[in-house]
């Protein structure tokens, strides 16, 4: 009988793509391997399990769904077709051992949780890079972190660090012209951290910024009246939020992540 495995993500799927190969490839089998990314609604969902279920088999669904509801409705169809469904909260090489009734090459030994966490680090820093600076507001709410801040105040290097540790980041540009997307007020306040800087210290790192790609260091993005306004209004959102405002001024990408970790630790 043929053996599938589905690959089925929000995102691009890249560390769940990978968990399902090198979980594969710990057993002597053969499989055909299908995989669907950026699924967004549950009808996408329903056409995808109708591919599902044309094919004739045995049938494994490895995937990252961030939306609890979408989780839970795969997990309902697959119930029902007698497939089993693998996410980073349920994975077992045991269980797929079993699904599969033979032994993984080098038995059993793997330590599972090791195996989900470096994994899902790849998945989010491609949660990170998906929602980096504002691309797409609908990950707020399935975020863990959400940075807030002016332009060039560190929020994207700070969201790729903490994704290397396995945190899905989501940070959000305050702007002068734009309003922010009313998802940030809907969430709550305790994931959100608000980066600020001195007025004097953001004006040189965005004369830097403009003379690395040759443009003039005179523009209205360094100009120190508009630095100062922005700044102001960023604080004055953040209070409005009543999150956390930290003050990255000198501070180093680590300390402020270790801040944020420790502050994110005390809620959970």
Do not use: W
Not at 39 to 59: A, H, P, Q, R
Not at 88 to 105: D, R, W
Not at 206 to 212: D, G, I, Y
Not at 219 to 240: G, P, Q, T, V, W
Request: aromatic residues 10%; glycine residues 4%.
């Amino acid at each position: 009988m043929d053996l599938f495995v589905y690959i089925i993500s929000d995102t691009d799927g890249v560390g769940m793509a990978r968990l399902a190969y090198n979980t594969m490839e710990k057993f002597e089998v053969e499989y055909k391997e299908k995989t669907f990314t950026n699924v967004k609604t549950k009808d996408n969902l329903s056409s995808i399990f109708d591919v599902v279920k044309e094919d004739i088999g045995s049938k494994i669904i490895f995937n990252s769904l961030n939306d609890p509801e979408h989780n839970k409705f795969l997990n309902e169809l697959s119930k029902n077709e007698d497939i089993l469904t693998i996410d980073y909260t349920s994975y077992s090489l045991n269980k797929i051992s079993k699904f599969l009734g033979l032994e993984p090459m080098n038995g059993l030994a793997d330590d599972d949780y090791k195996i989900v966490h470096h994994y899902k680090r790849l998945d989010a820093l491609d949660f990170a890079i998906k929602y980096d600076d504002g691309r797409d507001f609908k990950g707020l709410k399935y975020c863990d972190i959400c940075i807030i801040g002016v332009s060039r105040s560190s929020k994207t290097p700070l969201s790729v660090y903490l994704a290397s540790i396995g945190y899905k980041v989501i940070n959000v540009p305050i702007l002068l012209e734009s309003r922010v997307p009313r998802e940030l007020f809907e969430i709550d306040s305790k994931k959100i951290f608000g980066l600020t800087l001195d007025k004097y210290r953001l004006q040189k790192i965005r004369q830097e910024r403009l003379k690395s790609i040759n443009l003039s260091s005179d523009s209205n993005y360094s100009d120190l009246d508009r630095i100062e306004k922005e700044i102001a209004y960023a604080n004055e959102l953040m209070e409005d939020l009543d999150c956390q405002i930290i003050d990255v001024t000198y501070k180093s990408i680590e300390e402020i992540s270790e801040y944020i970790i420790s502050s994110i630790e005390n809620v959970n």
